[in-house]
């Protein structure tokens, strides 16, 4: 199965909401994967202060950070380091210090958190619930295409900004994967997932909008899909052409959100009022900041 659940707040007045918001909405589709949990939150200047870069990364045991000159904030198998310096640069920093870390994260605008273990649990450890923002969006997982650890946990951030959850599989990911290394880029894991977000960064980074972006997906990949994928303005979602996956979007002036079940969206703030739909077939959804 895997849960998926998305928060884009149109109102800035929402903003010290969003945590509280997107854990309700996490502990709504709890049941859809109850075994693992990533969390991207957008915009919370508490964790990555303005004017610096923060990257999220799996890291060793006992791994000593006191070289990093950065600000290091730990929960629970996720690190995010801190510094006021570009993205690639404090990339390439924690990458010189631990060769075999698993960066999950990086941007001016993000944090990413991974781990193991029941998502309840997962966002206190996360302190979602104190999170402020403009966006965020949170996964629970069934492992189908890799094992259950932080390292196959969504959302897959591979580019600045940018972050992509999934619930399906991509049949095709494998022949994908082989161009897209013949192109140079690298890949992490196995997980086809993973594969999506390198399709998607490589599109962003030719200078394509996540609408573009989806749409070459959508001809491109095939399987059983839902994804919802975020970028450092942006907020999309798109089923497979059969749409068998399941998905529910809700629209106020307020917010925009998506999830797996609606049960999900059931507690966020003039629901009543929203304009409720299921995302059609083949479609690419996209809203702007």
């Known amino acids: ?30 049941e859809r994967g109850p075994d693992s949990a990533g969390v991207a939150v957008y915009g919370d200047h508490r964790r990555v202060p303005e004017g610096h870069a923060a990257v999220s990364v799996l890291l060793p045991p006992e791994a000593d950070t006191s070289g990093l000159d950065a600000t290091v904030t730990v929960a629970g198998d996720t690190t995010v380091v801190a510094a006021p310096v570009p993205v690639a640069d404090l990339v390439a920093r924690v990458r010189a210090a631990f060769p075999t870390a698993r960066v999950v994260g990086s941007g001016h605008d993000l944090t990413v958190y991974k781990g193991v273990g029941h998502p309840r649990e997962l966002a206190a450890t996360y302190g979602l619930a104190d999170a402020v923002g403009w966006q965020g969006l949170a996964h629970t997982r069934m492992a189908t295409e890799s094992a259950v650890t932080p390292e196959g946990c969504h959302p897959f951030s591979v580019g600045p900004d940018q972050c992509l959850v999934h619930n399906g599989s991509f049949s095709n990911h494998a022949s994908i994967r082989r161009e897209l290394v013949r192109q140079g880029v690298e890949f992490d894991s196995e997980n086809d997932s993973e594969v999506g977000a390198r399709f998607v960064a490589s599109r962003l980074a030719q200078g394509e909008d996540l609408e573009k972006a989806l749409l070459a997906l959508r001809e491109t990949f095939d399987g059983f899909y839902t994804l919802l994928v975020t970028s450092a303005d942006g907020f999309a979602v798109v089923r497979d052409p059969i749409a068998c996956k399941p998905a529910v979007i809700a629209e106020t002036d307020a917010w925009v959100a998506m999830a797996s079940e609606f049960r999900a969206l059931a507690a966020l703030p003039g629901i009543d009022g929203a304009r409720l739909y299921e995302p059609e077939p083949g479609r690419v959804y996209a809203w702007r900041r």
């Open 1 to 30: 199965m895997c849960g998926i659940v998305g928060l884009h707040l149109r109102d800035p007045g929402l903003h010290p909401q969003l945590g509280r918001l997107l854990e309700s909405m996490l502990c709504g589709v709890v």
